[in-house]
């Protein structure tokens, strides 16, 4: 199984940037898929996540309404678009999978069982 995040870089605060997942080894459709992020010094902490059929979205309140989490089931692919992005932001980005979360615990990594590489994102003010 692997999870391949991508798209991370350098971007100026109150900027739009997307990330990309690709994943292979599984079958995608079947998998709930998540977004985490770790900034320097802090605990891993859940971005945002969405269900196999892509119907339901559940995003942390930090970025709520700024980030949006979409899936191409066609082409195994996760998504997480980043709009009005800020400082605090600056994190590497994980992406997740696993075939079947619940609403309780959806929020924490242990939920997960598949984690991706993660890719720096740096926010600059």
């Known amino acids: 199984v692997q999870l391949q995040a991508s798209g991370g870089g350098l971007v100026q605060a109150g900027a739009s940037h997307r990330l990309s997942c690709e994943v292979s080894g599984l079958q995608f459709r079947s998998y709930d898929m998540g977004w985490f992020r770790q900034a320097p010094g802090k605990e891993r902490e859940f971005v945002a996540a969405?269900?196999?059929?892509?119907?339901?979205?559940y995003y942390a309140d930090s970025v709520k309404g700024r980030f949006t989490i979409s899936r191409d089931n066609a082409k195994n692919m996760v998504y997480l678009q980043m709009n009005s992005l800020k400082p605090e932001d600056t994190a590497v980005y994980y992406c997740t999978a696993d075939r079947g979360t619940i609403l309780s615990t959806l929020r924490r990594a242990d939920a997960y069982a598949y984690w991706g590489q993660g890719t720096q994102v740096t926010v600059s003010s």
């Open positions: 969405i269900r196999k059929s892509g119907g339901y979205t």
